[in-house]
């Protein structure tokens, strides 16, 4: 018998970020989305990213909570906005909250006008989302499926170091598909040509793409999507976010930092340039080149309970539809939000000042 009170259930059970904060983040992306889609198409991924990021931080800035970047536009010195460790928020109230950002992921798609590009970000109480540097993750996303199938096998595990095929295999069988019947979503570029081989040739098929591999590790979790896997190295920030939105949803990430001079193959000079100019930030915060490579589960990157997330779509998305723009300032977006208790939402909202010359339609 369901619950008769399900709605009200799970109002009881929200925590106070999810009660209070999660209405209030939906506008935080709405805000970021409708400012980078007036920079839609105009071949300036730079300034629609510089638009998008000072509308977030504003609207940030009005949340009653002592807000920490923890992940976002990349360290102090290099961004001047939402750089990890700002303080964002009035700082009135009690709600210590962690935040990780991506304003405006997919610039380039946004400045080409492509579809894929979002305003994302997610909360959580204080440590609860991983406070690392901004460099790249490797990483396996998988949905609640194969969650459930771990459960039921516990010797068949998705495995970030195992071969590929293997993995595949284990998605396939939760799915009750065959290998062939899988999409696998991956980032074009030279350092995942050997992946991308490995995929094809387990017979798997492959959606590359040229940016954005946030939003696709979400939609694994998403029944209907299409998209069953994502694999690659790409932003670690891009990685806490997808981790946000995939513990909410019950399915599964995998990764594990590493430095971008590696995962592009660059020359030994090169690395070790990057490994002086990077170690000693990553050592303060208490990761140290062994510790580079430790495998971090969807409960390190957030470990945190009361987690919230919302996304909303620049340009066409995988399962959003793109912020379309009236006369005058009027808009209209497409968000998707939830927070821990279990309450996903599809918010499709209309900002219109005068009714008479926009008016609404289905
Ligand atoms: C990744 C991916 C993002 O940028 O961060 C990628 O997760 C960075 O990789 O979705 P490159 O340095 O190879 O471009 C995005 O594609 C866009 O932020
Ligand atoms: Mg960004
Ligand atoms: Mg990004």
Redesign the pocket.
């Known amino acids: 018998m369901p619950h008769p009170k399900t709605v009200e259930k799970m109002f009881e059970c929200a925590g106070p970020i999810e009660y209070k904060l999660l209405p209030r983040l939906i506008h935080v992306t709405e805000a970021a989305a409708i400012a980078a889609a007036y920079q839609m198409g105009r071949g300036d991924k730079h300034f629609a990213d510089q638009v998008a990021v000072a509308s977030m931080r504003r609207m940030l800035n009005k949340l009653d909570m002592q807000g920490i970047i923890k992940i976002g536009e990349g360290e102090r010195d290099e961004a001047p906005m939402l750089y990890i460790g700002e303080e964002v928020g009035t700082g009135v109230g009690d709600l210590e909250v962690d935040i990780a950002v ?1 304003p ?6 946004c400045a080409d006008g492509c579809p ?1 590009s979002v305003a994302v970000m997610a909360m959580a109480e204080r440590g609860g989302i991983f406070h690392g540097p901004d460099i ?1 993750m490797d990483k396996i996303v998988v949905g609640p499926d194969v969650v459930r199938y771990e459960k039921e096998h516990p010797d068949e595990r998705i495995d970030l170091d195992a071969p590929v095929r293997q993995n595949l295999e284990i998605v396939a069988k939760a799915l009750g598909r065959n290998v062939e019947e899988l999409v696998v979503v991956i ?1 074009d ?1 030279p ?1 995942h040509a050997q992946k991308i081989t490995e995929i094809r040739e387990a017979g798997a098929r492959v959606r590359l ?7 696709p590790g979400v939609a694994t979790a998403i029944r209907g999507s299409g998209i069953h896997m994502v694999m690659g ?7 806490v976010l ?1 981790a946000a939105a995939i513990k909410i949803l019950g399915g599964k990430i995998l990764a594990r930092l590493v430095l ?1 001079s590696v ?2 193959g660059k020359s030994k000079e090169k690395i070790q340039e990057e490994i002086e100019e990077k170690m000693p930030r990553l050592e303060k915060m208490g990761i140290t080149l062994e510790k580079l490579n430790d495998v971090l589960d969807t409960e390190r990157l957030v470990p945190g309970k009361d987690v919230i997330f919302s996304s909303t779509a620049v340009t066409p998305g995988h399962f959003l539809r793109e912020t379309r723009l009236f006369g005058g300032g009027d808009a209209r977006v497409h968000t998707i939000s939830m927070g821990a208790s279990g309450a996903v939402r599809f918010t499709d909202s209309i900002y219109i000042k005068d009714k008479q010359e926009t008016p609404l339609y289905l």
């Open positions: 991506d405006l992921e997919g610039t380039n798609l894929g790249y980032l570029r350092r793409v040229t940016d954005g591999d946030l939003m190295a790409g932003g670690s920030g891009e990685a997808t971008p995962a592009n």
